[in-house]
């Protein structure tokens, strides 16, 4: 018969899915390979599940490197106390520095942890997960 | 104006603004999408099992389909107005993964079955209405619905998982 057949394939499939509300932070992003950077906003987006906040980051030839980050979702930022009416008070052009960890295929992307605004506010937004390290 | 640029433009109203970034409308269309789900797919498989002899044999295939389709139609239009509203919210983000436009293309198909069911199967069911199972077109029927919507649900799943812009690189197809 065709139909058990696939269904079996299907079950497995799904299984083979990581079963996470949204993604695995660890699929992407190396525990392994914290980064901090500094740099200028040029977007900011709050966004389910995860958000993202760019920057352009000028590295130690003047060279400039653009750099993404995904981070909490727009519930967790509320709880650490950044809201999304007005985007916890960052907007582009804004200097911050952010300190995450870096995705595993070597672009600069990376997973934001932990976000200094220019007048001393420290906001940290690691994971809560427990399997987070 | 291009499809890509259409798609782009409808990511960047208001509307799909508020769809992702609220904190509520974004998983409570979630979950309504997969109640509608639930309720459609999970009748429209027992339809699909009946036709192939899998399960009640002992009911008429008219009675089955007569008794389940009105929630297989309640339930696909829950179904397609909340994943409606899923795809306004990201747009971009899903039109960039093959896994939703091979969905959408697999979307029709599951319909265009029904309609061939309607259309060329079923108006014959009194020949075989109290059978084990239907003829070959009715079983055929019900197993490529039954293929159809898994891989429909995995490509849902699919979508939604390595839509994010940092996990383009994640994608197996």
């Known amino acids: 018969m065709k139909t058990p057949r696939a269904l079996i394939a299907a079950v497995v499939a799904i299984a083979a899915v990581p079963v996470?509300?949204?993604?695995?932070?660890?699929?992407?992003?190396?525990?392994?390979?914290?980064?901090?950077?500094?740099?200028?906003?040029?977007?900011?987006?709050?966004?389910?599940?995860?958000?993202?906040?760019?920057?352009?980051?000028?590295?130690?030839?003047?060279?400039?490197?653009?750099?993404?980050?995904?981070l909490a979702g727009p519930g967790a930022l509320r709880q650490a106390g950044l809201s999304r009416e007005d985007r916890g008070g960052l907007k582009p052009g804004d200097m911050v520095k952010v300190e995450g960890i870096a995705a595993k295929d070597g672009t600069t992307t990376g997973f934001l942890n932990k976000l200094y605004f220019p007048d001393g506010r420290v906001f940290v937004l690691a994971n809560k997960d427990p399997y987070a390290r | 104006?291009?499809?890509?640029?259409?798609?782009?433009?409808?990511?960047?109203?208001?509307?799909?603004?508020?769809?992702?970034?609220?904190?509520?409308?974004?998983?409570?269309?979630?979950?309504?999408?997969?109640?509608?789900?639930?309720?459609?797919?999970?009748?429209?498989?027992?339809?699909?099992?009946?036709?192939?002899?899998?399960?009640?044999r002992d009911v008429r295939i008219s009675e089955v389909v007569s008794r389940l389709e009105p929630w297989a139609i309640g339930g696909f239009t829950v179904m397609m107005l909340s994943g409606l509203l899923l795809f306004l919210g990201k747009p971009d983000n899903y039109y960039s993964t093959a896994a939703f436009k091979l969905k959408m293309l697999l979307l029709p198909l599951a319909g265009l079955n029904v309609l061939v069911f309607h259309r060329r199967v079923f108006p014959n069911v009194a020949r075989w209405d109290e059978?084990?199972?239907?003829?070959?077109?009715?079983?055929?029927?019900?197993?490529?619905?039954?293929?159809?919507?898994?891989?429909?649900?995995?490509?849902?799943?699919?979508?939604?998982?390595?839509a994010d812009p940092l996990y383009r690189s994640m994608r197996l197809f």
């Not at chain 1, 977007?43 to 003047?62: A, M, R």
């Not at chain 2, 509307?15 to 974004?26: D, G, M, P, V």
């Not at chain 2, 199972?133 to 619905?145: C, E, F, H, T």
């Open chain 2, 131 to 162: 059978g084990v199972a239907a003829p070959w077109q009715g079983r055929m029927v019900g197993a490529v619905s039954m293929s159809l919507w898994i891989v429909i649900i995995v490509l849902g799943r699919w979508t939604a998982y390595f």
């Open chain 2, 1 to 56: 104006m291009s499809l890509v640029a259409l798609v782009h433009w409808i990511n960047e109203t208001a509307f799909s603004q508020y769809l992702r970034e609220s904190e509520l409308a974004f998983p409570l269309t979630e979950a309504i999408h997969l109640i509608g789900l639930g309720i459609s797919v999970g009748t429209i498989v027992w339809v699909d099992l009946r036709l192939m002899g899998k399960v009640m």
């Open chain 1, 20 to 70: 996470s509300a949204h993604h695995a932070v660890q699929a992407v992003f190396d525990v392994n390979k914290p980064v901090t950077v500094s740099g200028s906003i040029t977007k900011v987006e709050w966004i389910n599940p995860h958000s993202y906040i760019s920057l352009d980051s000028k590295d130690e030839h003047g060279k400039v490197q653009h750099w993404v980050f995904e």
